[in-house]
């Protein structure tokens, strides 16, 4: 019997931080997304995303690796007759020779992350986590930690609204957590992100960090956002500075 740990929407609660906490909590299960006739899901095994499905037909592993090119449009609509069979479309390529067995578990990788990362755009959507031990099955291995997943996933955020929910002001001060080269260590960043990080020392403001960055400062603030969120750095308040021009305001009326 499974139970429900996690229910609501996704306009009162975002997906990183929904994802977070499964990992923090070691999760064992089923995270269902539902947006009118679309249902995702992500599995989770010991906090860790092991994989993803979905019912949309672009999500679909025939329609991934004719995108990729790894397949012609003949072959897609030659294997699609043979799926309709009751085959499965991955091991009918293998059998044919079309695609050998490490592209075709690359390209599974592909369509699962795919599918995650497109859950990042919903701007609502109900979603519920089942948990419960996990049928035994084939999966292929990501490649990539859970803490860059949700990294990654927030870094493809459009709406500002998204990321003000977790930035209070531009003023408050950022530092590092305790065991952040652990959390470091499982993720990717590249240069200018990495520079972002680097520039995150005690008494430093998310305004300075804007100042210095080299991206822009909504993909600086987005970037930080992602930070927060898998608890790569902790906020450390406002400044006193900004707390004594607020009371003087106050004072002085």
């Given amino acids: 019997m499974t139970s429900s740990l ?4 996704l306009k009162d609660r975002q997906l990183p931080q929904i994802l977070y906490q499964l990992h923090s909590s070691r999760a064992v299960g089923t995270l269902m997304l539902t947006l009118n006739e ?3 899901a992500i599995l989770f095994d010991n906090g860790n995303i092991i994989s993803a499905y979905s019912n949309a037909r672009e999500d679909s592993l025939g329609e991934v690796l004719l995108r990729s090119g790894s397949i012609t449009v003949e072959e897609y609509l030659d294997t699609q ?15 044919s020779s079309k695609i050998t067995e490490i592209e075709l578990s690359q390209q599974m990788c592909y369509q699962v992350l795919g599918i995650i990362y497109s859950l990042f755009r919903w ?6 986590f089942a948990d419960g031990k996990l049928p035994p099955k084939d999966l292929p291995n990501l490649g990539i ?22 930035i209070d002001s531009l003023d408050e001060e950022l530092e590092r957590v305790e065991d952040w080269e652990n959390r470091l ?9 990495l520079e972002v990080f680097n520039i995150i020392e005690p008494g430093v403001t998310l305004r300075d960090i804007c100042l210095i960055s080299k991206l822009n ?7 930080i956002t992602g930070f927060l969120v898998i608890e790569l750095v902790q906020k450390r308040g406002m400044p006193s500075w900004v707390i004594f021009d607020s009371f003087s305001d106050e004072t002085a009326t």
């Fill in 38 to 40: 679309i249902r995702k």
């Fill in 217 to 223: 400062s909504f993909e600086t603030c987005r970037l």
């Fill in 145 to 166: 930690s859970t803490l860059d997943i949700i990294l990654q996933g927030v870094k493809l955020i459009r709406s500002w609204e998204n990321i003000r929910k977790e």
């Fill in 123 to 128: 701007q609502t959507g109900l979603f519920e």
């Fill in 81 to 95: 007759v043979q799926v309709r069979q009751g085959k499965r479309f991955g091991q009918i390529l293998l059998e």
């Fill in 6 to 9: 996690l229910v609501g929407n």
């Fill in 185 to 193: 260590s499982q993720i990717k960043l590249n240069r200018n992100e």
